[in-house]
T-cell receptor, first 113, second 115 residues
Framework: GQNIDQPTEMTATEGAIVQINCTYQ??????LFWYQQHAGEAPTFLSYNVLDGLEEKGRFSSFLSRSKGYSYLLLKELQMKDSASYLCAVRDWIKAAGNKLTFGGGTRVLVKP | NAGVTQTPKFRILKIGQSMTLQCAQDMNHNYMYWYRQDPGMGLKLIYYSVGAGITDKGEVPNGYNVSRSTTEDFPLRLELAAPSQTSVYFC??????????????FGDGTRLSIL
């Protein structure tokens, strides 16, 4: 099976940087996704990592280390609208058929003025 | 661009009642999924389908059934509603390219309460 851990909640100030960590254990890693979910809404795709290193998309970046079973999502120049839950999801080779994902519990980020 | 459409958005059921949650996608995705999300928790996979006529169980299938007669539609059936099934249900779909960077696209969810 898979085990995915993320912090439950984080608080940061508008304009600051926040790093959301995700650790996972899987039998055959095949990709990691980050999703953003505003309260009462559907998750929306943010980023994808399958090779080690940093993927940058504007204010958001995601990093992966496969040997450490570790990823982080970096949110820069925080805005009030970034207040949301951030979900880490892992795909492994066993579950790759069907493109199935296992989700972590999500990290709720609260941005304060 | 409709994407993934779920109906109804809200529903209250009595214990023992049955209902069907509807899901339709217009992106020609072969893969479709049903998740449930309990308050403050992540998503748990209930059932998934890799194409019309093919379905399989996810992590938490007990108490649910699905069917996939067309590529577009993937309804989720609750036969005997129980309080433990109170949750938010999300339907999702994705392209059928295994191991790719194609994400799953989610509907807006159905908020279901069993009383």
């Amino acid at each position: 099976g898979q085990n995915i851990d993320q912090p439950t909640e984080m608080t940061a100030t508008e304009g600051a940087i926040v790093q959301i960590n995700c650790t996972y254990q899987t039998s055959g890693f095949n990709g990691l996704f980050w999703y953003q979910q505003h309260a009462g809404e559907a998750p929306t795709f943010l980023s994808y990592n399958v090779l080690d290193g940093l993927e940058e998309k504007g204010r958001f970046s995601s990093f992966l280390s496969r040997s450490k079973g570790y990823s982080y999502l970096l949110l820069k120049e925080l805005q009030m609208k970034d207040s949301a839950s951030y979900l880490c999801a892992v795909r492994d080779w066993i579950k790759a058929a069907g493109n199935k994902l296992t989700f972590g519990g999500g990290t709720r980020v609260l941005v304060k003025p | 661009n409709a994407g993934v459409t779920q109906t109804p958005k809200f529903r209250i059921l009595k214990i023992g009642q049955s209902m069907t949650l509807q899901c339709a996608q217009d992106m020609n995705h072969n893969y479709m999924y049903w998740y449930r999300q309990d308050p403050g928790m992540g998503l748990k996979l209930i059932y998934y389908s890799v194409g019309a006529g093919i379905t399989d169980k996810g992590e938490v299938p007990n108490g649910y059934n699905v069917s996939r007669s067309t590529t577009e539609d993937f309804p989720l059936r609750l036969e005997l509603a129980a309080p433990s099934q109170t949750s938010v249900y999300f339907c999702a779909s994705s392209y059928s390219i295994q191991g790719s960077n194609q994400p799953q696209h989610f509907g807006d969810g159905t908020r279901l309460s069993i009383l």
